[in-house]
């Protein structure tokens, strides 16, 4: 008897998991998601794009630095590496498949062990994108993105793009272009640069000016490539403050658009933004949300959830339906994603050791989203929060206001306009009421 047939399928307790609605006492189940469901004229699933993470889902096997992992993963199984990576795939189709969804997101290093060396590595991708050719076509399963580990290895100890070493920028060099091609072959419909070593421990020994040069030839190089190889995508580039550099130097979301601007990499690179990633930097999801929105470049989100009490990436998955409502009111007032969707960047905890907490983790995070969704969808249609919004600034609207945001009015003019001052009148920013809107539609 081969591997295959002993452990196939790899989720034997769990069947489809179907929409059954509210009442249902499924625990597999949706509740909410129903992705053919019409909102606003489109249907959930072509407002959310869900996407499973192969990394967490299929890689982490829920070791920390006090421990290895205590996590079953039967399809880990096979002599070779490519017979590993093909048992790895046959249990990620299943389970996306299971789930009813259409998406997955991976790096290179999680579809296949990298081997000796880049060539190798290489070659190994070929084989396995060979093979997930036949399981997407089978399962009817597209890439969300793809993208290049370039964090794990020793060898970007001091950084990929930005390390102070031309031979170690020129092999993450060879992996993107690896990467990109495989992307490229699977259809992927966007690629994905998270920075994880672009950034420094300390400035004593960091030419900063100099690094994120490199980085932005870097990935004009990427992005000149992938273009001449027929990629019509996007690429987002994923904002985080630190882990597991100090400083990192795509910091949060203004950051990087300021560098993208500067580089002029704007019209091909958007934002994903990741909500454990803006918490660690002391913003909120929503504010994340809104500067990438602002600047025409939510590109993507990486689903998540960050602990209150701990201050690290812990990437649970997300439950919290007060935060993902206002989340969904400003990602349906930017019209939604610009090419990417809501990939679950989060994984397990280490003591969530029965296969099917993939499951429980997954649909809850979805039915979470959706139900923000119909949330958000309901204030925005039966309630007067964006009204209030606007009327807020009524005072641009016509007259002075408007004269003022045409650029028609001086400094002078200004002090004219007030006079001594004594028409200003106390308008409350009614937070609480809104707070409470928020809630009531809940
Ligand atoms: C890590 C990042 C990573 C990216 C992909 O914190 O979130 O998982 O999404 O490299
Ligand atoms: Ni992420
Ligand atoms: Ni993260």
Known sequence: MNTLEKTQPYFKNV?????????SDNPFAYRYYNGQQLVRGKTMEDHLRFAVSYWHSFCGDGSDPFGWGPRPMPWNEGNTAEERAKNKMDAAFEFISKLGLTYYCFHDVDIIDEGENILEFGKRLEFISDYALEKQAEHKVKVLWGTANLFSHPRYMNGAATNPDFNVVAHAGAQVRNALDTTIKLSGENYVFWGGREGYMSLLNTDMKREKEHLARFLHMAKDYARNNGFEGTFFIEPKPAEPTKHQYDYDASTVLGFLREFNLLDDFKLNIEVNH??????????????????NALGSIDANRGDYQNGWDTDQFPVDLYELTQAMLIIL?????QGGGINFDAKLRRNSTDLEDLFHAHIGGIDAFARALLIADKIATDSDYYPLLKSRYSTFDEGKGADFENGKLSLEDL????????????????????????????
């Open 333 to 337: 007032n930017a019209g939604g994603f």
């Open 278 to 295: 803006a918490t660690l930097a002391l913003h909120t999801f929503e504010h994340e949300l809104q500067v990438s929105a602002d600047a």
């Open 15 to 23: 069947g489809k998991i179907k929409f059954e609605g509210p009442d």
């Open 415 to 442: 002090a004219e306009i007030t006079g001594d001052g004594s028409h200003l009148q106390q308008i409350s920013g009614r937070q609480e009421y809104l707070e409470n809107l928020i809630n009531r539609y809940i």
